[in-house]
């Protein structure tokens, strides 16, 4: 340690659950680079179960995003301005000497100036968030397809080892035993025998998703193989879910039954996950799950950096197009994923891996 390392540090992610998960490398990165920093984070909510039972956070932040738009609404704009003054008092009285702001929007960028820190650091910058910090670092494009790439190097650009990068996701007691409750009450005595296959098919877009149909047909050879599909999702996923399972009444709807953090401990605890670009595929490839991750509209990494997951990802000539698809509708990224073929990738990563019926 030096008398100019950082000793409070605050850590900028507000959404995105799936990079809150890529993000959560920053943690055991900053913890090895400035051992005597207190570690804060910054979120507006969602992402708060991933972090609250890390050991290595000193204290979470809860920006009142939700709180200031129903004010916005109603038209209540001095009692806005007073609860704002008071955030930024609130985030001042921290004394944070080093602010990152992983995002690089306005309203992170914001935050990062809220603070007050002497040293504030954002990637990449954009909606003029840029003019609100000291430093801005720009990611080499594609040159590391690596999972959360662009935290890896903020973190390197802090000094901190490569090695030292690790997705950081700690699971609490209490999540653990609600989500095995849950699944004991929701299992039949042959189910409970079976290896667990966690199935995350629902996310934010429509072009990430991939078929109910085929959803139904996976379900069914996984469990002709011996294993058993549980779906995972939220509390808006729930009618979707309940389609593909009435469809194959011998897989678990648990969409929306467990909470995020509960959710988490259930991927630690399955043998195999299949996803979407999902935050819960995430968790899937931080947590060492043997994850087979889909991805066509959206390209988030090709490795997780380790073996236990595998990326299946075509890179037709459209894609990833992101939020502008150009295929009226038919998503043709995904529609490349039979059902054999993705079967097949789960069962040969299972054979490497070891794991599984």
Known sequence: ??????????????????????????????????????????????????????????????????????????????????????????????????????????????????????????????????????????????????????????????????????????????????????????????????????????????QKHWFEDRWVDLSRALYEHGWQPVILGGPADKAAAERIAQAHPQTLNMAGALKLDESTAAIAEGQLLIGVDTGLTHMGSALGIPTVALFGSTRPYLSSGQPSTRVMYDGLSCSPCRRNPTCNGRFDCMRQFTVERVLNTALDLIRNTKEGP
């Open 1 to 206: 340690m030096t008398s100019r390392d950082p000793q409070r540090i605050l850590i900028i992610r507000l959404s995105a659950l799936g990079d809150v998960v890529m993000a959560s490398g920053l943690i055991p990165a900053l913890r090895a680079r400035y051992p005597h920093a207190a570690l804060f984070w910054l979120n507006e909510g969602p992402g708060v179960p991933l972090l609250t039972h890390n050991p290595d956070l000193k204290g979470i932040i809860l920006l009142p995003k939700e709180r200031w738009k129903s004010l916005w609404k109603a038209r209540q704009l001095r009692t806005l301005w007073q609860e704002v003054k008071a955030f930024r008092r609130q985030l001042r009285e921290h004394r944070f000497d080093l602010a990152l702001d992983t995002q690089g929007l306005l309203k992170s960028s914001l935050c990062a100036w809220w603070s007050g820190a002497p040293r504030r650091i954002s990637i990449i910058g954009r909606e003029g968030g840029h003019l609100l910090v000291h430093e801005r670092i720009k990611p080499p494009a594609g040159q590391d397809t690596r999972m959360g790439s662009e935290y890896r190097f903020l973190a390197s650009y802090l000094g901190a080892r490569d090695e030292d990068f690790k997705p950081d996701l700690a699971i609490g007691e209490k999540p653990r035993s609600r989500m095995r409750q849950a699944l004991a009450e929701a299992r039949s005595r042959d189910s409970a025998t079976r290896p667990m296959v966690m199935l995350c098919p629902f996310t934010t877009r429509p």
